[in-house]
């Protein structure tokens, strides 16, 4: 018995020493870059991993620069992804519900013609959708809150990997005792996919964070920086001023920063979402 | 199972519905409503006819002009000075725009197609009327019709947003960018272009680019098959380690992987471009504690290119990997766990619960997602394109590098110096073709088709 528990210890320390080995390879770059927003720099080039010179200047710059307008991007990426997260998370749990759960006459040849359509390269619609989003004077904030609500319809496939977990007993016990399907989705179908849910939510929500193409094409034309989301703020301060790129990297970096932290603490709370055993639970119960 | 492949008989032809049903009947041929508000269907009635007059509204103003124009994209091709005899000076014309005429043509045959849907259903519905008032039977009240949207018929309440914005946003770019392939719309004919059937397609595979598009191809599918392998065992493993009993704090261990992903790509692989720059930090690191005398060029634009493809294949894992152990997380936690408890009692040890139990549940639920996953690095752009944009050079490549996939070159072809608009689409095409290819072999050794 003693050699048992001793085996269970030494398994136990080994997986410790596994993850926490893994935990600082992966954020080792990331406490560089939070190391690097705080460097004085005038070259425009970080090369050292703990800086040299510690210096508030680059977030004081990025927050009163009048050439980038940060703040304008942020409120802007926040509204276009507070509503696509809505719209998105929508459109995906219904779509993914209804292929899951529901049976009818063309949900096969919905699943093939979806199946299809995913494999053509996302972006290769991209001049496509400039155009359609042109012909309605629509190059701006709310255009490219509809592309990203567009493609929400065929990003199913995690969403309805779960609902294929839950059993079907739940639905036809509900049905027998007279719930509509309706009904069933609301109250039954619903509650279950709280994980998936915010799974999607999650996704949907990080999207115009990190777009930088989409919103380049689309929001570029109006040659006016205070619309721009953030994604493409920044790396547009990267990339145009390409003269000045070198003066304004550390600068960069701090508006990374800055986004970055508010998603990251989002992730933190909505982690407790993934709770355990939950079909396990409600199949007994 | 028992699958029914003899069509059952139609209780009534559509001749018979012709000549036998009254007057309400006849006139729904040509007109759809008619018969639904004659019994009483008023909601099913007003929408068929509504849909129906804007449709022919549409079609008479500007529809069936977008159509015609669809057969040659315009007839000015290019900029030309015309003498006009009525008024007696030079007009300068300006040529049409083909990649609008392009784009209205095709949307325009989107809108018929779906009208002709519409009849089609129409046709099938006004039958079943007919059956049921011939027979006897009873026919649904307007009420009725519309309780049945919120049961028997919830699919299509709950797939009709999703649909238009399927077609909107995926399906008619996706077709105008097919269309495109045929065409020579390129930097030489910008505005003005024509069809000119599978020339673009030679030009790729025979032609200028095929010297480029086969070295990429096949970097393309090791890239893939690579970065999708990895990416998704060892998410796996993690989630399981995270997971495991006796680690206490699960949440804070995951939460430091996801902080990876929590940061936009543009910002975690523009900054590892520099982290890893030739020096970068890491070098700097490397050779400060004697691991290496001279700097490694990792991705720069002369480094060598196995280098610079396994440090690719690398850092994807660095971000590819906590969102596949948060997806593997969340299906770890909804298995059943009745198996596991079986097969411990019975005396099976942890590998042999992972490997015969955990893994097949894991890879049974995330097979369609793996799938959509090979696809997805397939169309890998951020991480190629943010991180060594394409680097390191090849000089015998036309517009692209030794780390560039199909679809980075696809994105210079079109946005970079050769604005080769047709070939991008070729490209397109030819990307989609192998993801099918690939899928299909893939569909046909998982279960999860059969079963969804």
Redesign the interface.
């Known amino acids: 018995m003693k050699s048992y528990h001793a085996q269970r210890r030494l398994s136990l320390v080994f997986r410790y020493c596994l993850l926490a080995l893994l935990a600082i390879l992966w954020i080792i770059p990331i406490v560089w870059i939070i190391l690097a927003s705080f460097s004085y720099n005038d070259t425009g080039f970080v090369s050292t991993f703990w800086p040299k010179q510690f210096t508030l200047q680059n977030y004081i710059g990025i927050f009163t620069s009048d050439q980038f307008p940060f703040l304008y991007w942020i409120r802007n990426t926040l509204l276009v992804s507070l509503v696509t997260m809505v719209l998105s998370t929508f459109v995906t749990i219904c779509v993914a519900y209804t292929l899951s759960r529901l049976r009818f006459a063309f949900r096969k040849k919905f699943l093939q013609i979806a199946l299809v359509l995913g494999m053509f390269p996302g972006f290769m619609s991209m001049i496509a959708l400039y155009y359609i989003l042109k012909n309605f004077n629509m190059l701006n904030l709310g255009g490219l809150t509809l592309v990203y609500v567009g493609g929400a319809g065929l990003g199913f496939y995690i969403a309805k990997g779960f609902f294929d977990t839950i059993p079907v007993a739940i639905d036809e016990a509900a049905v027998m005792d007279g719930a509509t399907k309706w009904q069933v989705f609301i109250h039954i179908g619903l509650p279950m996919s709280r994980p998936i849910i915010v799974y999607t939510a999650l996704t949907a929500f990080i999207g115009p964070w990190i777009d930088f193409i989409f919103s380049g094409i689309i929001l570029s034309s109006s040659g006016n920086a205070k619309t721009y989301t953030i994604a493409y703020g920044l790396y547009n301060m990267l990339h145009s001023t390409k003269g000045a790129s070198t003066t304004y990297f550390t600068e960069f970096i701090a508006g990374c920063v800055v986004i970055a932290i508010p998603i990251t603490i989002l992730f933190i709370i909505m982690q407790k979402f993934y709770v355990s055993g939950i079909t396990a639970g409600a199949d007994k119960g | 199972m028992f699958k029914k492949h003899n069509k059952v008989q139609p209780p009534a032809t559509y001749r018979e519905v012709w000549s036998k049903g009254d007057v309400s009947f006849k006139l729904s041929f040509l007109l759809m409503g008619f018969v639904q508000l004659r019994h009483k269907q008023w909601a099913k009635g007003i929408a068929l006819l509504g849909i129906q007059i804007a449709f022919w509204v549409w079609f008479i103003f500007s529809g069936a002009s977008a159509l015609s124009m669809l057969s040659n994209l315009g007839e000015i091709k290019s900029k030309k000075v015309v003498f006009d005899q009525t008024q007696g000076v030079y007009l300068t014309k300006l040529p049409d725009n083909s ?2 005429i392009l ?1 209205f043509g095709v949307l325009a045959v989107i809108l018929l197609l779906a009208m002709l849907g519409l009849y089609i259903a129409h046709l099938r519905s006004m039958r079943t009327l007919y059956v049921q008032l011939r027979d006897g039977e009873h026919v649904p009240t307007n009420h009725e019709n519309l309780h049945a949207l ?10 009709a ?3 238009v ?2 077609v ?7 077709v ?2 097919i269309s ?1 392939a045929f065409t020579n719309y390129d930097g030489k004919h910008p505005i003005g272009f024509s069809w000119t059937g599978f020339k673009a397609f030679g030009n790729v595979l025979t032609g200028d680019l095929a010297g480029t598009f086969f070295p990429v191809l096949g970097w393309t599918l090791v890239w893939a098959v690579c970065a999708t392998a990895t990416t998704f065992f060892f998410g796996v493993l ?1 989630a399981m ?2 997971e ?1 009993k ?2 206490t704090h699960k ?1 804070f ?16 692989l ?3 471009a ?2 890893l ?1 030739l ?3 890491l070098n ?2 490397l050779m400060s504690i004697h691991l290496i005398s001279s700097p490694i060029n990792f991705i720069g634009a002369s480094a060598s290119p196995l280098v610079a493809r396994i440090t690719v294949i690398v850092v994807n894992m ?1 971000i590819g990997i ?1 969102v596949s152990m ?2 593997s ?3 770890i ?6 198996q596991i408890e079986a097969a411990r009692i019975d005396g099976a040890n942890a590998w042999q619960v992972f490997r015969s139990i955990t893994f097949p549940q894991i890879l049974f ?2 097979a ?2 793996l799938i ?1 996953q090979f ?1 997805g690095n ?2 890998n ?1 951020n991480v190629i394109y943010l991180l060594t944009a394409g680097y390191p050079m090849n000089n015998n490549y036309n517009g692209a590098g030794d780390t560039d996939l199909l ?1 980075t070159w ?2 210079n072809l ?1 946005f970079g110096q050769t604005q080769r ?1 047709n070939a ?2 070729v490209l ?1 095409i030819l ?2 073709i192998l ?2 290819v690939f ?1 299909l072999i893939a569909y046909r050794r998982t279960n999860a088709f059969k ?2």
């Open positions: 990649v609008l784009l919120i049961d028997e018929r919830l699919h299509s309440t709950l797939l947003v999703p649909i914005l399927i909107a946003f995926t399906i008619l770019p996706t105008y960018m495109m993690l380690l995270i495991s006796g680690i949440g261990w995951r939460t430091i992987f996801v902080i990876v992903y929590a940061v936009p790509q543009f910002v975690s523009l900054m590892m520099q982290f720059d020096q970068g930090p700097n690191i660095w906590p948060l997806i997380t969340a299906i936690q909804n298995l059943p766990q009745d639920v995330m369609p997602s959509q696809i397939i169309n752009f679809v696809l994105y079109v608009y991008s689409a397109g990307i989609f993801s099918a899928s079963e969804g």
